[in-house]
């Protein structure tokens, strides 16, 4: 299970153990450095639990795009050396240009260990992970009041 410590660094973050499943929601504009959070925050989980899990993203909270595409480039090629069992990584948009991202990275991830999907809806994402679609919603202590 991944630590407190790491949970209070990346609040956006939750760990399902059951489902061996880490669910993403960031919030606020999408850059180059939140984006390397994103990264260092995945490499810290992998090292800290042991056992490969399946990562889910919620882009829905972003408010601006400001990731340049050579960036998306070079975190697909730091991602494409990942030595782990195979794992899926889904990615859930809803605007246009989150979606364009999502799948430019998922077409740079092809043929790697990290299967990268793209979904419009959470159902559809729910099924591909084969976990049940309510920890695909944002937790409630996430959810701007």
Known sequence: ML???????FPYARYHSDHR?????????LTDERADQIVHFLELAEMEEG?????????TGHTRIQISLDHVVR????????PGPPVKSAFYATRTI?????????????????????FRERAAA????????AILNAPIDLVPV
């Open 3 to 9: 630590s407190e410590e790491l949970e209070q660094r």
């Open 21 to 29: 499943l880490v669910t993403w929601f960031p919030e606020g504009a």
């Open 51 to 59: 056992q490969s899990f399946d990562r889910y993203t919620d882009m």
């Open 75 to 82: 975190i697909a090629r730091r991602r494409l050396r990942y």
């Open 98 to 118: 989150s979606l364009s991202v999502a799948r430019m990275y998922a077409e740079l991830m092809e043929g790697s260990r990290i299967q990268v999907r793209t």
């Open 126 to 133: 729910a099924d591909w992970l084969s976990v049940p679609v």
